[in-house]
């Protein structure tokens, strides 16, 4: 097994791509009550090696904790070596995680160590657990209850000493029930369960996500970007972020890019309301009071956009003509994130031209 291990550390090094860096813990972590107790509970577990369950939804940072994790414990002496059930096919996947012997089956040229002798003394990580077929399921169990398994075609045992984090964002109790995971490798993987908020539920961490990312991507792209005001931020803390993160992260970079900040507002804004929908409709919920409304709250948004629009953002004459107070109005723009495209603000403001809006024309 050591014998091997060098040599098969080397070639692993020479195959992954480099790593981003790992955000800072403050930034990782987050003020939110939710977070500090993902961050006291993952802190307990780092010093023993027993295996760990991340759960949430995609692009929530299940990753990124896997490697905190690593990264804090006896383990980050090995490699941090991680497996994406869902991408590679079946049989392929047991190749890939318990590696062949040469000549196991056609295309065998040579033996090929698999994932888990990669991650021998670090971690492993199975993304997306839930999608191993129940074949594969049996033989992970075996190896999990020893550490023992062999290569494809190989009579041998090998034995290794692996950090397990499995990630998922199904509910895997739900998978038993419907007869497509164990339940005792369930009861493997499962010793300690951490589970990461989604970003909405974390509102509180948006303007330090934001922050972080921008100064991330300004240096990657090396261009300097337009800085998030104050508005911008209070309208990304709104949102609904139905991909978390990533989206979160995905936007921010548009922005450095393109350096159109309505496109970070436009896109989630966009996808915001039907995201409620298809999560709740996903869960068997289907919380209609919510979505009404929310469908008036839109409505009454477009109906203030277009009078603020039709008025050339002066706040004065839009709430005469709406027939509400000033102060109402006010709160309806901050409470919608309604904001003139030419003060660089959020604004999802379709067919504002530029240079004819003002944000304070009052
Ligand atoms: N707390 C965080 N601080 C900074 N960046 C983060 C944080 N969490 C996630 N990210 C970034 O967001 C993106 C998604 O994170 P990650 O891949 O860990 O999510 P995931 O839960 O594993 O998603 P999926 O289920 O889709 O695999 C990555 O680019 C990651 O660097
Ligand atoms: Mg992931």
């Given at each position: 097994m050591h014998r091997t291990m060098s040599s098969e550390k080397a070639r692993k090094n020479k195959t992954t791509k480099p790593l981003d860096p790992p955000p800072p813990d403050d930034v990782l972590f987050g003020r939110s009550v939710a977070m500090l107790e993902v961050r006291r509970r993952a802190a307990k577990i780092c010093g023993t090696n027993v295996p760990v369950l991340l759960e949430g939804d995609g692009g929530t940072g299940k990753e990124v904790l896997a490697r905190w994790i690593h990264e804090h414990s006896?383990?980050?002496?090995g490699q941090f070596v991680k497996v994406n059930c869902a991408s590679i096919p079946g049989t392929l996947l047991e190749s890939e995680l318990f590696g062949y012997e040469k000549g196991?089956?056609?295309?065998?040229h040579i033996s090929k160590p698999g994932r888990v002798e990669l991650a021998h003394n670090g971690t492993l990580l199975l993304n997306e657990?839930?999608?191993?077929d129940l074949d594969l399921q049996s033989k992970l169990l075996q190896f999990l209850q020893d550490g023992r398994f062999s290569r494809i075609g190989d009579q041998a045992e090998r034995g290794v000493e692996t950090r397990l984090i499995c990630a998922t964002n199904k509910d895997l109790e739900h998978e038993i029930e419907a007869g497509r995971f164990r339940a005792d490798l369930y009861y493997r993987i499962n010793v300690v369960r951490l589970r990461l908020p989604r970003l909405r539920e974390r509102r509180e961490d948006i303007p330090l996500l934001a922050e972080y990312f921008l100064a991330q991507f300004q240096e990657k792209f090396m261009k300097q970007a337009e800085p998030l005001s104050r508005e911008m931020l209070h309208y990304l803390r709104n949102l609904d972020w139905p991909g978390n993160i990533r989206e979160l992260s995905n936007g921010i970079a548009r922005h450095v890019l393109m350096?159109?900040?309505?496109r970070i507002a436009q896109e989630s804004a966009a996808s915001q309301v039907p995201s409620v929908r298809v999560n709740s409709v996903a869960s068997g919920t289907v919380p209609l009071k919510q979505i009404a409304r929310e469908a008036v709250r839109d409505r009454e948004r477009n109906f203030i956009l277009e009078a603020l629009q039709a008025n050339q953002w002066n706040r004065r004459k839009t709430a005469e003509a709406l027939k509400i107070s000033y102060r109402a109005l006010i709160y309806k723009i901050h409470n919608g994130g309604l904001i003139s495209r030419s003060s660089r603000l959020p604004a999802?403001?379709?067919?504002?031209a530029p240079g004819t809006a003002r944000s304070s024309a009052d």
């Amino acid at each position: 097994m050591h014998r091997t291990m060098s040599s098969e550390k080397a070639r692993k090094n020479k195959t992954t791509k480099p790593l981003d860096p790992p955000p800072p813990d403050d930034v990782l972590f987050g003020r939110s009550v939710a977070m500090l107790e993902v961050r006291r509970r993952a802190a307990k577990i780092c010093g023993t090696n027993v295996p760990v369950l991340l759960e949430g939804d995609g692009g929530t940072g299940k990753e990124v904790l896997a490697r905190w994790i690593h990264e804090h414990s006896p383990a980050s002496n090995g490699q941090f070596v991680k497996v994406n059930c869902a991408s590679i096919p079946g049989t392929l996947l047991e190749s890939e995680l318990f590696g062949y012997e040469k000549g196991a089956f056609t295309g065998a040229h040579i033996s090929k160590p698999g994932r888990v002798e990669l991650a021998h003394n670090g971690t492993l990580l199975l993304n997306e657990i839930a999608d191993i077929d129940l074949d594969l399921q049996s033989k992970l169990l075996q190896f999990l209850q020893d550490g023992r398994f062999s290569r494809i075609g190989d009579q041998a045992e090998r034995g290794v000493e692996t950090r397990l984090i499995c990630a998922t964002n199904k509910d895997l109790e739900h998978e038993i029930e419907a007869g497509r995971f164990r339940a005792d490798l369930y009861y493997r993987i499962n010793v300690v369960r951490l589970r990461l908020p989604r970003l909405r539920e974390r509102r509180e961490d948006i303007p330090l996500l934001a922050e972080y990312f921008l100064a991330q991507f300004q240096e990657k792209f090396m261009k300097q970007a337009e800085p998030l005001s104050r508005e911008m931020l209070h309208y990304l803390r709104n949102l609904d972020w139905p991909g978390n993160i990533r989206e979160l992260s995905n936007g921010i970079a548009r922005h450095v890019l393109m350096g159109a900040e309505a496109r970070i507002a436009q896109e989630s804004a966009a996808s915001q309301v039907p995201s409620v929908r298809v999560n709740s409709v996903a869960s068997g919920t289907v919380p209609l009071k919510q979505i009404a409304r929310e469908a008036v709250r839109d409505r009454e948004r477009n109906f203030i956009l277009e009078a603020l629009q039709a008025n050339q953002w002066n706040r004065r004459k839009t709430a005469e003509a709406l027939k509400i107070s000033y102060r109402a109005l006010i709160y309806k723009i901050h409470n919608g994130g309604l904001i003139s495209r030419s003060s660089r603000l959020p604004a999802a403001s379709q067919g504002d031209a530029p240079g004819t809006a003002r944000s304070s024309a009052d």
